[in-house]
């Protein structure tokens, strides 16, 4: 079934189906979700009815008054190393830095899946305003569950992950990956430690679950950097085995991700024109949880994200050049091309703004 324009209920295995595909995605040699009509276009998958329903929620919250939120183009930070700069290593026999970058991709796109395990608060009782009908009442009830199997895959079936490492190994022809890749990664992201939580009135549920969303959301919309290096550098014939091939597998992900935001800002959108009932007995408009948070969490990883980036592009790159593998100069004319970037004076989500 297709979502009527004034339909807002669905239930999981609505919001869970397919169409009817003509060809399967193969990736590699991974069956993986997804597929092709009749004309050889690619539909990302569950989006026969949770397309249609998002778009249903965001309508009926514009006509209630409410604003759907925006995270802009200004606050995502470039990918690390850029395409000249990975094109530069490539093109110098040095590999392993965007072997590593690729999969490090691969590996936080499997662990998308973490968002079904988000524990719902029972929001009944902590709104004070009804929300039957919404992108919010359905988090549990499909969305979270559509969005994990996206990124990892579902039972037989690939996922993002599994797409990430086909076009990687199709421009790269089966690279191979460092095999402390995942320990790096672990460790990188281990240092940084949870500090005091924003809201400490918010009942512990909700606050996890809205730093979750919106954790999850942002990373999301900083992947637009990431899809747009991974376009031009797997499709430039100079560097890739597989150009075609490589790119638009990348653009296959792309296109899938596009209902991760758009649910994702609905919800929020939504929670930010609710009451919210705090453990102190006092009220607080969601509105200023909403943007207290995503304020902290574009802070945060518009500084940590190229930081990360950068800090593991030149570990790699330096052993190579302690290894004889390429000569000292290749490491200055890496640097040498380093984006230029600043994050903007203001997130957009300023208490003052709420």
């Not at 094109?87 to 590999?95: D, E, F, S, T, Y």
């Not at 965007?98 to 709104?127: C, H, N, Q, Y």
């Not at 994702?264 to 024109?273: D, H, I, K, N, Y």
């Not at 030149?314 to 593998?325: M, R, Y």
Request: hydrophobic share 40%.
């Amino acid at each position: 079934m297709q979502a009527e324009d004034d339909q807002v209920h669905f239930t999981s295995a609505e919001l869970l189906s397919d169409v009817d595909y003509a060809e399967p995605l193969i990736a590699g040699e991974v069956r993986c979700h997804g597929g092709f009509d009749a004309d050889g276009k690619y539909i990302p998958p569950r989006t026969r009815v949770r397309n249609p329903a998002v778009a249903a929620w965001q309508a009926q919250l514009l006509h209630q008054g409410g604003q759907l939120l925006e995270i802009g183009d200004a606050q995502v930070p470039p990918q690390y190393p850029s395409v000249a700069q990975s094109k530069l290593l490539l093109q110098n026999g040095v590999r392993e830095p965007i072997v590593r970058a690729l999969t490090v991709i691969s590996i936080l796109e499997g662990f998308g899946a973490i968002i079904r395990d988000v524990r719902m608060p029972d929001l009944k009782a902590l709104l004070v305003e009804d929300f039957d009908g919404t992108a919010l009442s359905h988090l549990d009830k499909g969305l979270f569950e559509a969005h994990a199997r996206d990124e990892a895959g579902y039972r037989d079936q690939g996922g993002h992950k599994q797409m990430w490492e086909a076009a990687r190994d199709l421009a790269l022809e089966n690279p191979r990956v460092p095999p402390d890749v995942f320990m790096r990664l672990m460790g990188n992201r281990g240092q940084s430690r949870r500090g005091e939580p924003l809201f400490p009135q918010l009942d512990k549920n909700l606050y996890r679950m809205l730093m979750t969303m919106s954790q999850v959301l942002v990373i999301e919309v900083f992947a637009r950097g990431t899809f747009d290096w991974g376009v031009e550098l797997l499709s430039d014939p100079e560097v890739s085995a597989a150009p075609e091939a490589a790119g638009t597998m990348v653009e296959y992900i792309r296109a899938d991700e596009s209902p991760h935001v758009e649910y994702l800002r609905t919800a929020l959108s939504e929670f930010r024109q609710k009451t919210v009932r705090t453990e102190d007995g006092k009220t607080l408009p969601g509105r200023t949880i909403v943007d207290g948070i995503l304020h902290h969490i574009l802070g945060q990883m518009g500084k940590n994200r190229p930081r990360e980036q950068r800090d593991d592009a030149l570990v790699a790159l330096k052993q190579a050049v302690d290894k004889g593998q390429a000569q000292r100069s290749l490491l200055e004319d890496f640097e040498a091309l380093t984006p230029i970037w600043q994050p903007p004076a203001q997130t957009g989500f300023e208490p003052s703004a709420a």
